[in-house]
């Protein structure tokens, strides 16, 4: 079972258009973070959010903490072709546990 | 990628052979951990060490699998007599430790394809 849930699982839209993902758990985080993962590389850390109800924005992309945190949207305006890619949350629940990933938004900005 | 290094990044073993997998963390950061991640999927975490322990590897197989993070040198992870179901990407991350003790971040490498042939 997987602890965080992502949805939706993949995303096909047209540039210009804006989309939002979700990333929702029945369990409280202490953090969490957004990564960018493209075909053959690493996953990218976005951003990390670690307080209840924290908005955060990095240009056209907005990323929201639940107040309960245990769920996290990210909201992208105007998405761009170079949006392409695998979206993954990642909670943390502090004192040296490990991270538990979504199983991914696979988005795919077609021009 | 933060720094984190991994060697190789493409690596081709015949099953029965013993693959190994280096990570070299962010200078400074002393918590690693591995995951493996099949096409199309998510990031399964398989173990998080910390220099000269295993704190979890509730993720790893019992056999075949381990992984170790000595006071010098790079993180290994190792499998031993490969079978084509360990075809797969396998990434490694390190964290620091922020002030309050709490692991906020991880950084991740670009990852080594394991390829089982």
């Known amino acids: 079972t997987q602890l965080l849930e992502q949805s939706p699982q993949f995303l096909s839209i047209q540039e210009g258009e804006n989309l939002t993902v979700y990333c929702n758990s029945s369990?409280?985080?202490?953090?969490l973070q957004w990564y960018r993962q493209e075909p053959g590389e690493g996953p990218v850390l976005l951003v990390t959010?670690?307080?209840?109800?924290e908005v955060k924005k990095l240009k056209r992309l907005t990323f929201q903490f639940g107040d309960a945190r245990k769920d996290s949207s990210l909201h992208i305006t105007a998405a761009q072709t170079g949006d392409t890619g695998l979206y993954l949350c990642?909670?943390?629940?502090?004192?040296?546990?490990?991270?538990?990933f979504g199983s991914g938004t696979k988005l795919n900005v077609k021009p | 990628n933060a720094g984190v290094m991994q060697n190789p990044r493409h690596l081709v073993r015949r099953r029965g052979q013993e693959a190994r997998l280096r990570c070299s963390p962010v200078?400074?950061?002393?918590?690693v951990y591995w995951y493996r991640q099949l096409p199309e999927e998510g990031l399964k975490f398989m173990v998080y060490?910390?220099?000269?322990?295993?704190?979890?590897e509730s993720g790893m197989p019992k056999e075949r699998f381990s992984a170790e993070f000595p006071k010098e040198g790079p993180s290994i992870l190792r499998i031993q007599q490969v079978v084509r179901g360990d075809s797969a990407a396998y990434f490694c991350?390190?964290?620091?430790?922020?002030?309050?003790?709490?692991?906020?971040?991880?950084?991740f490498g670009p990852g080594t394809r394991l390829t089982v042939t």
């Open positions: 991350a390190s964290s620091p430790i922020s002030l309050d003790n709490r692991l906020d971040e991880q950084y």
């Open positions: 369990s409280v985080f202490s953090s």
């Open positions: 959010v670690v307080t209840g109800g």
């Open positions: 990642a909670g943390g629940r502090g004192n040296f546990n490990k991270f538990y």
């Open positions: 200078k400074g950061h002393s918590h």
């Open positions: 060490l910390q220099k000269e322990n295993i704190i979890d």
